[in-house]
């Protein structure tokens, strides 16, 4: 089970986010964070904890191992207001996180 | 550029059935493992199924093991999922969405979606 927290973070543009996600057990760095605007399909903008994917800018960034993971955003910009997800890949069944709210 | 195209959604009646396809192209389809992921209305996201690119390994979701089923034809560059006693609670978009290698379980390319609405 991955838990994110907090499920709502209301911040200005040019503020830094922090986003969390927890694994109820160890996933190693197999994990991913994707980005999902309203009507569309998810992006996928981090993988592997902290790889960011093809043409994701630098102001987006992964940590963590084991069970704990942060994806932060270091200077907001309106683009990134969105529901952030993460998901493992560690084992069967793959599963996704609850998501984060990032709101102006 | 990869396109991933689903169709066969629609609405259903709970305990009927629904086949969903999706059309793949600008990539070599048959390198690629492939799932199905879902959100159902103002929710998250949960996977669904899997089916590995030349063999024959599939995966489900506990929600939906023994009722949905996957499949690929490389041929046609094509992936369905035939789904069985459908429930209300399997209403939500449909995804299909590429992994990024057979072996690296997470998705760099998804479809639109296509709708799923399961009611009386």
């Known amino acids: 089970v991955l838990t994110q927290s907090p499920a709502t973070l209301s911040l200005s543009p040019g503020e830094r986010a922090t986003l969390s996600c927890r694994a109820s057990?160890?996933?190693?760095?197999?994990l991913a964070w994707y980005q999902q605007k309203p009507g569309q399909f998810p992006r996928l903008l981090i993988y592997?904890?902290?790889n960011r994917a093809t043409g994701v800018p630098t102001r987006f960034s992964g940590s963590g191992s084991g069970t704990d993971f942060t994806l932060t955003i270091s200077s907001l910009e309106p683009a990134d207001f969105a529901v952030y997800y993460c998901q493992h890949y560690y084992n069967w069944p793959l599963t996704f996180g609850g998501g984060t709210k990032v709101e102006i | 550029e990869v396109q991933l195209l689903e169709s066969g959604g629609g609405l259903v009646q709970p305990g009927g059935s629904l086949r969903l396809s999706c059309a793949a192209s600008?990539?070599?389809?048959?390198?690629?493992?492939m799932s199905w992921v879902r959100q159902a209305p103002g929710k998250g996201l949960e996977w669904v199924s899997y089916v590995l690119n030349g063999l024959r390994t599939t995966y489900y979701a506990d929600s939906v093991r023994g009722r949905f089923t996957i499949s690929r034809d490389n041929s046609r560059d094509t992936l369905d999922l035939q789904m069985n006693t459908l429930r209300a609670e399997d209403s939500a978009i449909y995804y299909c969405?590429?992994?990024?290698?057979?072996?690296?379980?997470?998705?760099?390319?998804w479809g639109q979606g296509t709708l799923v609405t399961v009611s009386s």
């Open positions: 592997d904890a902290s």
């Open positions: 600008g990539f070599r389809f048959s390198d690629y493992a």
């Open positions: 969405v590429k992994h990024v290698s057979s072996w690296q379980h997470f998705f760099d390319s």
């Open positions: 057990q160890s996933v190693n760095t197999f």
